[in-house]
């Protein structure tokens, strides 16, 4: 028995899988770019490549510089950094890399085959959720003549395949070739909190490969994107399928990407028989999987119910392990999800209380498992008051500052399953505490979660901000933590004076940063 | 449990350096001699048996302990709570002849780590010329005194050790601190002593605890806490020590102290927790008071009091060394502004009055199981079978109900039931991989016992039994028929006497 909460997965369980992510490029022909509106190469080229050469030239190394954000003193730009992966051509000037390849970037180049220059690029679009981004150079014309690799399909289990790229061991194109060991959904580690489809060959990947196609016949099959690494497995190297790459494709030609849509329930193997004859299900068949918990504000809020039994999704039988056969494979009855966009529907046969029942759910992306995914491309946000610096938790956070306290780790943990979501849309933590007069007893609240100041419930950051900025100033401020009895108290009298000193002492530019999307937005130097 | 295997380790340890930190030490000496505190001692040996927290229905394997008792003039042997744990035969020895007599442990109490062992009956004649002990409650800071061992052959030696400090400290469960003596000098250790008598010339002075060979520093186990366990003893009821069933911090910040309006008093700690039906909830304290005086004595922002003899002191000591179960003490608090005199009548906090037991020892978890799906109550030493690092890798809806009892106890829990495994049964088919989910009601009936649980699972919802647990799949269905079948194979198959342990 299982309980899965459809696409998602606990983060602490990805964690334990040490994967590390390299580059591929892969690439698709003739997909119209829809929204970037940048000018079409003149010379279109016509057909696949046809030679080694073409298709080398339609292989490119992306060299990214990054600025990682510093979630420890937020306040702080973020650290400069950079690294390389591969791409490749899907459309007159579009190409498709690793969204980990280009995450948190500030500059970006393309380097071409036998073309020692190196090329501006320009992101056009990131889905984190699927490891995958497009990109296009500046400047159209040194790829002109370059033909775009065509899409291909699910490689055959053993059939061979060939990787090509940019790893390490050198700095010329590299390529390396293996057969398809595996098919199935794995974690997607730039994440941490995503699970797709995905393809385990044995062709060695390495730091580099990201992003690079994974070839047969000439067609592209994959994008090399993660391999497990270490002593425990050998090559074990994952690339993201062609089924993944076109829905990302088509949702981005509307001109944004909308994330993958999700059920947003948790389903439970009807395989007891008591649990069957009880819930309605005719003992002789195995058809039928539980809903064991529908979360709010899921696709499915109102209009599934724990203890529905689901039987067929879109008219395919769904077996009691939550399993549907597509085209004589058995696969996650998510699978059929996958595949679908914002706004599309599915329709579900159900049992309620016996009763059999048709129902449509409108399908849309769960936010509140983000709190456990990677953030990206995103500057972190704070407020720091009387040297308390406030943020809200997330992944980020988690690793950043190696919060441990209970409360902290136990909303973190049951935030989307308990639906704590609720009642605190962002759980803001006290993170660090720059020593100061003021704060000199504070020590012991390091890492607790706020749970009300002056007695109002704190909900998200900005209600934390706004406490302790409010129209009429209190003589103290009270900050009360969970599962805290003792509150900080703190005169109000006293702050002005302290958070000057702070800020000059400690160089805290900004006293807060609570998000906007112009900020958001990286300062790009091209 | 873990304090007792930590100190026989460091023991053990000491005993490789033993020669060499005998003629290192200036302060000490060793002197064999036969004399009449030497005669007090005998060996006791232990046999003991732990319960498998993860098969309730077994007991471990047995394991043997050996340590030093005294003999008290009340007739009876004195010896650490931790060295009787779970015993399941208590002997002993005569260290010069080793005659032995089987004994049996007639009080217990974990909490002060200390037990008193009843000789045999038959053979009231081994303690004849065996010296009688009294105590000597007056060690101090400066004092020396002699921790006895038992060599080999039966000859007691002593090593004279000053008294470092006087102080407080846990003895061997975490969270109930008593007044400790801190000894420094180096110990030889001899084979077969790990709890060792510590004496003030002929009287007894305490227990020895446990000893760091790096520091040199032993721990003793103090007279007065001794005393107070025998005094408690003395109307033939043990009632324990004391407990105020209160959580505090320090008020040590200025501004919580303007916050609070506590003005020109210098002291007092601030209240954070309050455990139902305890000492400080029936003396009327909550949660956001301020204790500034306990028992007559000022209390200060750290919780510490002046001790007439020891100096400052964790307040813990006025509670647990200073009062007895049903006696009253005065406090003083301080709430909305005002000091305000309180009365609290002292009572103790037993570990069957926790939502999760704190400890337990001499006896099984309760259990019950239903066609292979496990139910036990919850408590501290449960948790710690996910080992050292039981804090953070224990189930962490369960660690929340150890540290957040409030949460639980708010609807009427009086322990938390939770399934600990589902055996792989016909019954239990495709729920076996659920373990450590909180049971909220079986049969439409509310679990805040296990004696809930087989009350429950006695009137079945027709054919079947239903399980609301507290997290998805929120509930399990259950064939009575074959439940009662498979109850049967599994008590065959498992050799267990009993399906349950509700007691």
């Known amino acids: 028995m299982t309980i899965r909460i459809s696409l998602l997965k606990p983060a602490r369980l990805l964690t334990a899988l040490a994967l590390s992510s390299w580059t591929v490029t892969a690439q698709e022909s003739s997909e119209p770019e829809a929204k970037s509106g940048a000018p079409a190469a003149k010379s279109a080229p016509v057909g696949p490549p046809n030679t080694s050469r073409d298709l080398y030239e339609s292989i490119v190394e992306i060299e990214c510089a990054s600025l990682v954000p510093d979630y420890q003193q937020p306040w702080n730009g973020g650290r400069e950094t950079g690294g390389s992966g591969t791409g490749f051509m899907i459309a007159p000037n579009k190409f498709v890399t690793n969204a980990h390849v280009v995450a948190d970037n500030t500059r970006l180049l393309i380097k071409k085959y036998g073309d020692p220059e190196k090329y501006a690029a320009k992101l056009l679009h990131i889905a984190h959720d699927c490891d995958l981004a497009i990109l296009e150079c500046s400047d159209p014309i040194p790829f002109a003549d370059t033909k775009p690799l065509d899409i291909g399909d699910i490689p055959k289990l053993e059939s061979t395949v060939t990787v090509i790229g940019y790893p390490l061991g050198g700095r010329r194109l590299s390529t390396t070739r293996g057969v398809v060991s595996r098919i199935d959904f794995q974690p997607y580690s730039h994440t941490g909190a995503d699970l797709h489809l995905a393809i385990q060959i044995d062709a060695a990947i390495n730091p580099g490969n990201s992003g690079g196609p994974v070839l047969q016949d000439g067609k592209v099959v994959g994008v090399a994107f993660q391999g497990i690494s270490g002593a425990v497995a050998q090559n074990v190297g994952y690339m993201i399928p062609t089924p993944v790459l076109r829905r990302f494709l088509k949702d981005i030609e509307d001109g944004q990407y909308d994330r993958y849509v999700d059920l947003a329930i948790g389903d439970f193997d009807l395989i007891n028989p008591a649990q069957r004859l009880a819930l309605g299900l005719r003992q002789d068949s195995s058809v039928g999987t539980l809903v064991a918990s529908v979360s709010n504000s899921g696709s499915c809020d109102g209009v599934l119910e724990e203890g529905d039994v689901l039987l067929k999704i879109d008219g395919r039988e769904i077996a009691s392990n939550g399993y549907v056969e597509v085209d004589g494979e058995f696969v996650n009855m998510n699978e059929i999800v996958e595949r679908r966009f914002k706004g599309d529907k599915v329709e579900l046969d159900i049992l309620r209380d016996g009763q059999p029942k048709s129902v449509e759910i409108e399908l849309k992306p769960f936010d509140p498992y983000l709190i456990q995914a990677n953030t990206y491309d995103k500057r972190p946000r704070y407020a720091s008051f009387a040297g308390l610096t406030f943020q809200p938790l997330d992944r980020n956070l988690m690793t950043a500052h190696s919060i441990e306290t209970m409360a902290a780790r136990y909303l973190y943990t049951f935030y989307v399953q308990d639906e704590l979501f609720e009642e605190r849309p962002e759980i803001v933590v006290l993170t660090s505490i720059l020593p100061d007069a003021i704060n000199s007893n504070f020590g012991g609240f390091q890492h607790a979660v706020v749970d009300k100041i002056n007695d109002k419930k704190i909900k998200d950051l900005q209600d934390l901000y706004d406490a302790v900025h409010p129209a009429e100033t209190p003589e103290f401020y009270v900050i009360e933590f969970v599962g805290k009895g003792l509150p900080i108290v703190i005169e109000s009298a006293r702050v002005e004076a302290a958070n000057a000193r702070i800020r000059a002492t400690y160089e805290v530019g900004l006293d807060s940063y609570l998000g906007s999307a112009e900020d958001d937005t990286p300062v790009i130097f091209n | ?503």
């Open chain 2, 1 to 503: 449990m873990k304090r007792f295997l930590i100190s026989f380790a460091v023991l053990t340890l000491a005993s490789a350096h033993a020669e060499v930190a005998v003629k290192a030490a200036t302060t000490t000496e060793t002197k064999p001699e036969v004399t009449s505190v030497g005669d007090s001692i005998l060996r006791v040996n232990i046999t003991a048996q732990n319960y498998n927290f993860y098969q309730p229905w077994e007991k471990g394997k047995p394991g043997t302990r050996r340590g030093l008792g005294v003999l008290l003039d009340n007739g009876q042997v004195l010896v650490s709570a931790q060295m009787v744990s779970d015993a399941t035969y208590v002997e002993l020895e005569q260290p010069k002849t080793g005659e032995k007599v089987p004994g049996k442990v007639s009080v217990v109490d974990y909490e002060a780590n200390l037990a008193l062992i009843e000789i045999s009956q038959e053979k009231p004649e081994f303690l004849d010329g065996v010296t009688r002990l009294t105590l000597d409650t007056t060690s101090n800071a400066g004092d020396e005194l002699d921790v006895w061992q038992v060599k080999d052959n039966g000859l007691a030696v002593s090593t004279r050790c000053p008294v470092l400090e006087v102080s407080i400290d846990n003895y061997f469960l975490s969270g109930t601190p008593f007044l400790t003596y801190e000894l420094k000098g180096s110990l030889r250790y001899h084979a077969g002593s790990f709890v060792l008598p510590v004496m003030k010339d002929d009287k007894l002075a305490g227990l020895l605890l446990s000893y760091d060979s790096d520091e040199q520093i032993s721990t003793v186990i103090a007279a007065p806490i001794i005393d107070h366990f025998l005094k408690d003893l003395e109307d033939g009821d043990y009632s324990g020590f004391p407990t105020l069933g209160m959580g505090f911090s320090r008020a040590t910040d200025e501004q919580l102290r303007n916050y609070l309006k506590l003005g020109d008093e210098s002291g007092g700690i601030y209240v954070t927790t309050i455990s139902p039906n305890s000492t400080a909830a029936k003396a009327g304290i909550e949660v956001g008071d301020v204790l500034l005086e306990l028992g007559g004595h000022a209390i200060d922002s750290r919780g510490n009091y002046e001790h007439p003899d020891y100096g400052r002191l964790n307040m813990s000591h006025i509670v647990r060394g200073g009062s007895h179960v049903g006696q009253e003490m005065p406090l003083k608090i301080f709430r909305n502004g005002e000091s305000m005199e309180l009365t609290a009548k002292m009572t103790r906090r037993s570990p069957e009055d926790f939502l999760v037991n704190p400890y337990l020892f001499d006896k099984g978890p309760r259990f019950f199981i239903a066609g292979g799906v496990v139910f036990q109550e919850l408590t501290r030493p449960y948790l710690k079978i996910f080992g050292d690092q039981w804090q953070q890798r224990a189930p962490m809806k369960l660690l929340w109900a150890l540290a957040h009892p409030e949460d639980y106890e708010k609807d009427g829990r009086e322990k938390i039931v939770f399934i600990s495994r589902v055996m792989r049964t016909p019954a239990t088919l495709g729920y076996e991989s659920l373990s450590h989910v909180i049971v909220d009601e079986v049969n439409g009936k509310k679990i805040n016992n296990i004696q809930d649980v087989a009350d429950a699972f006695g009137t079945p919802d027709g054919p079947i039994h239903r399980v609301d647990i507290a997290e998805a799949p929120h509930e399990l269905i259950l064939d009575a028929r074959m439940t009662a079948e498979m109850d049967e194979r599994l008590k065959q198959a498992f050799r267990m006497r009993e399906l349950q342990r509700l007691d």
